[in-house]
């Protein structure tokens, strides 16, 4: 071999070994996956659930030796950051985790407020963003042109509106309804859909209240209410403002006979806080364990102890499988490239951690059902199935 053939030869071995170590430094580098959420201020509760889901599904996968991409197991790394339930930090945050941390996608949001912004921004950079507990309508309606970076797994407005009648139809009473919604986005929505189907489900919405997140007074609302003698009671808030609603009703003697509040009777803080006068309150279910969802027996060995029958398990259980989702489909991709993900993500079709999951502009829907607390319990009510249980109807706490 001529000594030109030679040194060819060596300079193709060492491009060939450059390449070889390159490839492998790619592959021992984790995937970088990254939140935005709440961890303090008004919605703290729920993002401190998000976090342990999201976090204990990164712990399992690594556990199993990582996501098989391509032919190689890579670890994930999952860094989060407390928007202090503020939408402005999340988009600030959700870039930073793009741009400066390297995140390949963004994991668990809830509620529009703060899903919109996160989903605006996976948009912008192209990156996908998967979450749940943002009700469908309104997420869909923050973007008329259709998301395409974005996805949501969860139920929607429309399914949770025939459950509120329909569960309310249960109860003895005059059909007369009082609605109590915030401003923001999926407090707009449920309103509007409330009142559109009140006539068809055989009620008549008789009051309507709106009013701001963190309204603090809500006199005049429900001096409104009991005015109108409306005996259901539907309402849309953050926890703290359904907290305060609850105790004035009690104060100023407005006693419904049905009362469901979406968002602010779903922890576990409600019945701590507000004892008997939080007995019988409705809210909507989408998870349950009678299901027997693929990871059902992992969520109940982790969390049902901490959380029992609650939404708090629904959305452990939930948040966990968004996480699995977005796994599943960076092994399914073969890639950590955020538009190859964000492919995969689209062409889900089956069995998960929520039930079948297709979606459809971008959204999966789950199926959903009427909870009521009892206890220290959220037991199904409507519609009937093997876990249901006879609705409370008057509310043990305003009939006295």
């Known amino acids: 071999m001529s000594s030109i053939c030679r040194v060819f030869a060596r300079a193709v071995a060492a491009l060939a070994l450059a390449w070889a170590s390159a490839a492998t430094a790619q592959s021992d580098k984790p995937i970088v996956i990254g939140s935005t959420l709440p961890l303090t201020g ?34 994930v790394q999952y860094k989060v950051m407390d928007n202090r339930s503020d939408p402005n930090l999340v988009t600030q945050q959700a870039r930073t985790l793009v741009l400066e941390q390297g995140a390949v996608a963004l994991l668990g949001s809830f509620t529009p407020p703060l899903s919109i912004p996160l989903s605006n921004v996976a948009e912008q950079l192209q990156v996908p963003a998967i979450f749940s507990n943002t009700p469908v309508e309104g997420w869909q309606a923050a973007n008329p042109k259709g998301w395409r970076y974005a996805w949501d ?70 001096q409104g209410a009991k005015s ?10 953050i926890p703290p403002d359904g907290l305060a609603l609850w105790k004035q009703m009690k104060a100023l003697g407005y006693s419904p006979k049905v009362a469901a509040c979406e968002k602010c009777a779903h922890t576990v803080a409600w019945p701590k806080v507000l004892g008997e006068l939080g007995q019988g309150s409705l809210m909507f279910g989408w998870w349950s364990p009678e299901a027997r969802h693929p990871g059902t027996d992992r969520v109940l060995a982790v969390w049902q102890g901490k959380y029992g029958m609650t939404t708090d398990l629904e959305t452990v259980a939930t948040n966990y499988a968004v996480a699995n989702i977005l796994f599943d489909a960076i092994r399914r991709a073969g890639s950590a490239d955020p538009k190859a993900i964000n492919k995969a993500i689209g062409q889900t079709d089956g069995p998960t951690g929520v039930g079948a999951v297709k979606f459809s502009r971008n959204a999966a829907l789950v199926p959903a059902f009427m909870r009521q607390w009892q206890g220290d319990k959220q037991v199904q009510v409507f519609p009937a199935g093997p876990a249901s249980l006879k609705m409370l109807a008057p509310l043990p706490g305003f009939a006295k």
């Open 42 to 75: 008004p919605l703290q509760t729920l993002g401190a659930v998000v976090r342990e889901a999201n976090e204990q599904a990164v712990a399992d996968i690594n556990a199993a030796g990582g996501v098989k991409v391509g032919n190689v197991m890579r670890k």
């Open 153 to 222: 797994v969860f139920v929607a407005e429309t399914q949770m509106t025939a459950l509120h009648y329909g569960a309310a139809a249960l109860a003895n009473t005059n059909k007369r309804v009082a609605l109590f919604t915030d401003t923001e986005d999926d407090g707009v929505v449920f309103g509007r859909l409330w009142e559109q189907e009140a006539a068809k489900q055989g009620f008549t919405v008789a009051y309507r209240a709106k009013f701001p997140i963190g309204t603090v007074d809500f006199n005049q609302f429900i």
């Open 228 to 237: 109108a003698n409306a005996d259901v009671l539907l309402a849309i808030m």
